[in-house]
């Protein structure tokens, strides 16, 4: 085989894999039992393969994995319901198998992501899949300890750290396990989007700023107004210059939130602290940050 042709061994693949399937299977903290690791694998096998044709076709930004985890929770949860599996326990299962397809669906589109990368670049898939296979240790324990730190500050789906996604996901879990869900809403939003692409509305950007709070929603929707006008005056290259910058903003952000958490955690400054400047003061702060991130896109010189 040619360089660019050679992967990792598919025995290697099969025997991890495994090795995957009999821990959670085994691991005590896991309440699966044989049935539910079935069906996590058949669903996680079939939602992995289109989030990799999905990210091969439009990129792992558009790539709807919200919507895959959500559906993968329905039918579980649907399945859980049909068999009387509608203890306590299950529900638990159900937001577990959740948990990993979650994990499964955004790994392989960001490991699609990195391999059509380097199909373009003619890099060799081996190596990319082991450096994945690596990458892959630091990150988990750094996102678990930044969870922890998060729910000891605030408290997952409190006022200070709502989790939108995740309180959805639970609702609906919880919904359908013990038959409460307002399926009448649930209709009624899928009217909604419907209505929505018929009028040629981008759904997806519509549903985020129903459903997300406006603390979040409102950023969003300034910085596509900026990308906009951007959009109008620049050249592409130029646009490409302020993605990179924005990027910086939002990376640099995630940071200062986990630091913010740690030092609540140590207490250095309490939990429920607020900002101490005027909201005026901050609003125009935020303003001269749009300004600044046009005036970099525009002359295409961001860093």
């Not at 924005?246 to 309490?270: K, N, T």
Request: aromatic fraction near 8%; glycine fraction near 10%.
């Amino acid at each position: 085989l040619a360089r660019t042709d050679r992967d990792i061994p598919m025995p290697f693949l099969i025997i991890g894999s495994s090795l995957v399937i009999l821990f959670l299977w085994l691991f005590p903290g896991f309440p699966m039992n044989i049935l539910t690791i079935l069906l996590l694998v058949i669903l996680g096998f079939f939602f992995v393969a289109v989030t990799s044709i999905t990210v091969g076709l439009v990129g792992s930004t558009s790539n709807p994995t919200s919507g895959m985890i959500i559906t993968i929770l329905l039918i579980t949860c649907i399945i859980f319901v049909s068999l009387g599996w509608t203890e306590r326990i299950y529900l638990i299962a159900a937001i577990t198998m959740g948990c990993v397809a979650s994990v499964a669906v955004c790994l392989a589109g960001t490991t699609s992501q990195d391999l059509k990368t380097g199909y373009i670049l003619g890099a060799t898939p081996r190596s990319q899949q082991i450096a994945e296979l690596l990458g892959l240790l630091l990150p988990a324990a750094a996102i678990g300890g930044t969870l922890y730190l998060l729910n000891k500050a605030y408290g997952l789906g409190s006022a200070q750290m709502p989790a939108p996604q995740a309180s959805l996901m639970a609702m609906i879990a919880k919904g359908v396990i013990t038959g409460q869900l307002p399926f009448t809403l649930v209709v009624a939003g899928l009217l909604l989007g419907f209505a929505a692409h018929m009028m040629h509305v981008s759904v997806l950007p519509f549903a985020i700023g129903l459903y997300l709070p406006l603390s979040l929603s409102t950023g969003i929707m300034a910085g596509g107004l900026v990308h906009a006008l951007i959009q109008r005056t620049s050249t592409p290259e130029k646009i490409q210059q302020g993605v990179l910058a924005a990027s910086g903003l939002v990376a640099g952000d995630a940071c200062m939130g986990v630091i913010i958490a740690l030092l609540a955690v140590l207490g250095v400054i309490p939990a429920s602290k607020t900002g101490m400047l005027n909201d005026f003061f901050s609003l125009g702060l935020y303003a001269l940050l749009a300004v600044g991130l046009s005036y970099l896109a525009r002359r295409g010189t961001a860093k």
